[in-house]
């Protein structure tokens, strides 16, 4: 029977503090699990690998006598590279270079000419590090390959998208791992590519199919509330401790609540869109609705964004809006509100609509009973209770003429509800409990493995039960607890087992329990008619 051996790629976010139930499941079920060997130098540099001249000296030499066509076409050891590194390079370029009109095509060639022509060197580095991580995982498979399975976190970085090429080849199965907003669960998906926004969630069937697996009960929904309102009071409080921010505009004005994301998340690189520079879509958006409309326009900038990046002396999305307003709107000020750290739930009541890129504070929203208008493709869209769309003329002509509404009917709140009970019967609590479920439903657990699991639980088993009978002859009792499940669906085998375990296991179907009869040879039937 195949045992499970796990490759761990990023023992920074894959731990017990994090993932507590992946590592409960790997010491329940004895899985193999090993940390794979990285290159200190060259992790958690997000793209910026100026500093590291002397590991990349040899490599960047070769890369610089390339001209255009060549750097874009360059392969190493059969992958080419700039699909493998854009990502994390455009996270860290799209924070210092000025593109023009803020206007970043969502496109690879696109992507390319502009870095090559403003970015060069940054390239030539990222480059470099792509063509040293192919290298490193090269000869680690070459020594290694008997791995079932590989842990990966979002895989948007040169490390893991290089990691995830080799995992195709050797065989193992990649496990993509992303944290959720609760802050209580996590992504666990079988997944080829970069999981933010991309989660299979975004397809409509697989929900569909989720729903299929049991009607949704008063309890999950009750989850689904519970988890909601504790998310909505932890942040509330948080904020509301350190926020100084205040809001005077005109009560009598519809107010429209553009919720703001860090624009260097791999969630918009990953968009659907087809310009990619959050700053540049957000500008463009208050610039429609200051223009069309007479909205009061509040912007709500990620808290954390500005002071992460002030260390490194680059503007936050809060002081480039801020800025822009300053600018382009200074008579109508009093129409427009920037803050950071005010209260979602506060903000929630004086608006009117909410609109974001991806955001998954829409999910808080739609918790708060607005029907949030999105842009870039999120994986919750197109599931009935957002407005999806892809042009803003065409979203303020919708609000204006009364076809878009800004609250979700009871039908649409449903249809939310249902959403994200899928997605806590898709997605990892924290908690042991609910692993093996969700595992289970992953593409590549087959028969063999689920048999596995099967065998193991049912040796487990008979251990704890030969342990409780002999715990009771020497005169300990230890009660074993099993799930009620197994209760309610084995009561009458137990029963048997416990009359008569010598025989119950002898004469049992399953062949492999027969071994175990000589562990109660005390407890032998007696023949009939003998005294």
């Given at each position: ?10 023992n920074?976010?894959?731990?017990p ?7 409960g ?12 060997p990285?290159?200190p ?14 590991v ?28 493998l590194?854009?990502r ?29 022509d ?130 005077q ?26 310009n990619v ?29 500005r ?77 009935g ?40 019967r ?10 093996d ?14 048999a ?80």
């Amino acid at each position: 029977m195949r045992k499970l051996h796990f490759l761990n790629s990023d023992n920074y976010h894959i731990k017990p503090k994090n993932m507590a139930s992946l590592f409960g499941f790997i010491t329940e079920y004895g899985v193999s699990a090993v940390n794979a060997p990285g290159i200190p130098e060259l992790e958690r540099c997000f793209g910026d690998y100026r500093e590291k001249g002397a590991v990349l000296e040899e490599t960047f030499r070769h890369l610089v006598d390339l001209d255009r066509e060549q750097l874009w076409n360059y392969t190493c050891l059969g992958k080419k590279l700039f699909p493998l590194v854009y990502r994390e390079l455009l996270s860290f370029a799209i924070k210092y270079l000025t593109w023009p009109d803020e206007y970043i095509k969502n496109d690879l060639r696109f992507l390319f000419d502009f870095l090559y022509d403003n970015a060069n060197a940054d390239l030539l580095s990222n480059y470099a590090v792509g063509i040293i991580w192919l290298r490193h995982w090269q000869e680690y498979f070459r020594k290694r390959r008997n791995f079932t399975h590989c842990l990966i976190y979002s895989a948007s970085d040169i490390k893991t998208a290089t990691l995830l090429e080799f995992i195709r080849v050797y065989g193992a199965k990649p496990v993509i791992l992303e944290t959720f907003y609760t802050g209580e669960h996590y992504h666990m998906e079988r997944l080829y590519e970069s999981v933010p926004n991309r989660s299979e969630l975004r397809f409509a069937n697989l929900c569909r199919a989720r729903l299929k697996e049991g009607p949704v009960s008063l309890t999950e929904r009750k989850n689904v509330a519970r988890t909601c309102s504790k998310i909505n009071s932890v942040f509330s409080r948080l904020n509301a401790a350190s926020n100084t921010e205040q809001l005077q505009l005109d009560a009598s004005k519809k107010t429209l609540l553009v919720l703001g994301q860090v624009y260097d998340d791999y969630s918009i690189i990953n968009s659907g869109m087809d310009n990619v520079s959050s700053i540049g879509f957000y500008k463009r958006v208050i610039a429609k609705f200051m223009e069309q409309t007479d909205f009061n326009i509040i912007f709500k900038a990620h808290p954390w964004e500005r002071e992460k990046l002030s260390s490194k002396h680059l503007k936050s999305t809060y002081e480039h809006i801020v800025e822009y307003c300053q600018n382009t709107f200074p008579d109508q000020m009093d129409r427009i509100a920037v803050v950071e750290k005010y209260p979602l739930s506060q903000l929630f009541r004086k608006a009117d609509w909410v609109l974001a890129i991806n955001s998954q504070s829409v999910l808080e929203a739609a918790f708060a009973g607005f029907k949030g208008i999105v842009f870039g493709n999120p994986f919750y869209g197109r599931k009935g209770f957002t407005w999806d769309c892809q042009d803003i003329d065409a979203c303020v002509r919708g609000i204006k003429d009364g076809g878009m509404h800004n609250k979700l009917t009871l039908e649409e709140f449903q249809k939310y509800e249902e959403f994200m009970v899928v997605v806590f019967r898709h997605v990892m609590p924290k908690a042991r409990a609910e692993f093996d479920k969700v595992w289970t439903r992953l593409p590549d657990c087959d028969d063999e493995t689920i048999a596995y699991y099967k065998e193991f639980r049912t040796n487990n088993l008979i251990g704890k039960l030969a342990g409780n009978l002999a715990g009771n002859i020497l005169g300990k009792k230890e009660d074993v607890v099993l799930p009620s499940s197994f209760t309610a669906r084995f009561g009458n085998a137990l029963k048997l087992f416990r009359k008569d375990p010598h025989g119950y296991l002898g004469n049992n179907r399953r062949r492999y329990l027969h071994p175990f009869r000589h562990l109660f040879f005390w407890a032998k039937s007696k023949p009939r008619g003998s005294r």
